[in-house]
């Protein structure tokens, strides 16, 4: 098993930036992928960012690339969610993921392990 809990969420103006951060604790060993995900009122959860525990390669929906950046510190089992020039329809809750499958790409995978969610609110 493997607990993540989620922090950094909170209200900006549209343009400012943010960081989430994903503290993990368990069996983080086994853990391969790591992925941020977001639900906006009315709308289904999509995918935002991954990347893999150990080797850090990392994936960006079309959304955020060149906005956002998905990194990790494997001293602190922490995967961080840094949030640039944010915009009013990136308001929604971010979820922190983890998987352990070991193998192939994270933007695939079904995700085991979930957080409770942060409320990130962008005005405009």
């Known amino acids: 098993q493997v607990q993540l809990v989620e922090s950094g969420g909170g209200l900006v103006q549209a343009g400012g930036s943010l960081r989430l951060s994903c503290a993990a604790s368990?069996?983080?060993?086994?853990?391969?992928?790591m992925g941020w995900f977001r639900q906006a009122p009315g709308k289904e959860r999509e995918l935002v960012a991954t990347?893999?525990?150990?080797?850090?390669?990392?994936y960006y929906a079309d959304s955020v690339k060149g906005r956002f950046t998905i990194s990790r510190d494997s001293a602190k089992n922490t995967v961080y969610l840094q949030m640039s020039s944010l915009k009013p329809e990136d308001t929604a809750v971010y979820y922190c993921?983890?998987?352990?499958?070991?193998?192939?790409?994270?933007?695939?995978?079904?995700?085991?392990?979930w957080g409770q969610g942060t409320q990130v609110t962008v005005s405009s």
């Open positions: 993921a983890a998987e352990n499958s070991g193998f192939g790409s994270c933007r695939y995978k079904k995700y085991d392990y």
């Open positions: 368990g069996r983080t060993s086994s853990t391969y992928c």
């Open positions: 990347i893999t525990w150990s080797g850090g390669s990392t």
